[in-house]
């Protein structure tokens, strides 16, 4: 009898294991033009890829973890990377991002308004069987929201972005109990991330004041807080 409820127990448990499956979400934004930042004092993304190789050492770091693969989903906002590409850098940016997700084998997603990662938020796997453990954003932002396209189509402006205002479109129980949420841009912290904790239940860490993403490759890439700023959230 001991051993026939043993037995259960272990079946129960691994249906459980399985009924709930882990999502990690990297969001990529995208990088500014040379023609609209080379006037200003600090001009922003003298290189192209500031929030694609940021992104990919991240999801390296959750491979060694032990992630599986096929449970990475890479958002990265095209747009962006095709006007850098053609108007700037001269080369195809797009082959080097697909390049990453190639060797890699995770999920890459294309996306061009923020109304698209709050649908892929809310349903790009069945949410009550899949939930989102990870969930952290690489690119501009300000206090109120991401901005996918900062400076790269309009100076110091953008036309896609998600604003903390839009943040109650997405659904609550989408995440696990757990789950770690970060924005690596700047000043999340300072109104952003209270409109997320509001519509998720979730915290979002975030930067009071600004991040940076300079001279990545002497810190494996990984953005650092400006000085005088701090995390939050």
Same mark, same amino acid.
């Given at each position: 009898?001991? &051993?026939?409820?043993?037995?259960?127990?272990?079946?129960?448990?691994?249906?459980?294991?399985?009924?709930?499956?882990?999502? $990690?979400?990297?969001?990529?934004?995208?990088?500014?033009?040379?023609?609209?930042?080379?006037?200003?004092?600090? =001009?922003?993304?003298?290189?192209?890829?500031?929030?694609? @190789? !940021?992104?990919?050492? @991240?999801?390296?770091?959750?491979?060694?973890?032990?992630?599986?693969?096929?449970?990475? /989903?890479?958002?990265?906002? @095209? =747009?962006?990377?095709?006007? &850098?590409?053609? @108007?700037?850098?001269? /080369?195809?940016?797009?082959?080097?991002?697909?390049?990453?997700?190639?060797?890699?084998?995770?999920?890459?997603?294309?996306?061009?308004?923020?109304?698209?990662?709050?649908?892929?938020?809310?349903?790009?796997?069945?949410?009550?069987?899949?939930?989102?453990?990870?969930?952290?954003?690489?690119?501009?932002?300000?206090?109120?929201?991401?901005?996918?396209? $900062?400076?790269?189509?309009?100076? !110091?402006?953008?036309?896609?972005?998600?604003?903390?205002?839009?943040?109650?479109?997405?659904? &609550?129980?989408?995440? /696990?109990?757990?789950?770690?949420?970060?924005?690596?841009?700047?000043?999340?912290?300072?109104?952003?991330?209270?409109?997320?904790?509001?519509?998720?239940?979730?915290?979002?860490?975030?930067?009071?004041?600004?991040?940076?993403?300079?001279?990545?490759?002497?810190?494996?890439?990984?953005? /650092?807080?400006?000085?005088?700023?701090?995390?939050?959230?």
């Amino acid at each position: 009898m001991l &051993r026939v409820l043993a037995v259960l127990f272990v079946l129960l448990a691994c249906e459980a294991r399985a009924a709930v499956q882990r999502e $990690y979400i990297i969001l990529s934004g995208g990088p500014s033009l040379e023609e609209w930042e080379k006037f200003k004092e600090d =001009p922003h993304d003298r290189w192209w890829g500031n929030f694609i @190789r !940021s992104a990919r050492v @991240r999801m390296q770091e959750l491979l060694k973890k032990g992630v599986p693969a096929s449970d990475i /989903t890479w958002l990265v906002h @095209r =747009p962006s990377y095709v006007r &850098r590409a053609q @108007r700037q850098d001269k /080369t195809d940016l797009i082959d080097n991002i697909l390049s990453v997700q190639e060797r890699f084998g995770i999920k890459l997603v294309w996306f061009n308004e923020g109304s698209e990662v709050v649908a892929y938020l809310n349903g790009g796997r069945p949410r009550d069987r899949v939930k989102i453990a990870n969930f952290e954003y690489y690119g501009h932002s300000n206090r109120a929201c991401f901005m996918f396209d $900062y400076s790269n189509e309009i100076d !110091s402006g953008s036309k896609s972005w998600l604003h903390e205002k839009e943040l109650s479109q997405i659904r &609550r129980g989408i995440f /696990t109990r757990d789950a770690f949420i970060k924005s690596w841009g700047c000043h999340t912290a300072e109104s952003m991330s209270k409109f997320w904790r509001r519509a998720t239940g979730k915290r979002m860490i975030g930067a009071v004041g600004k991040t940076d993403y300079s001279n990545g490759h002497l810190r494996n890439w990984v953005p /650092t807080l400006s000085k005088g700023a701090r995390w939050g959230g």
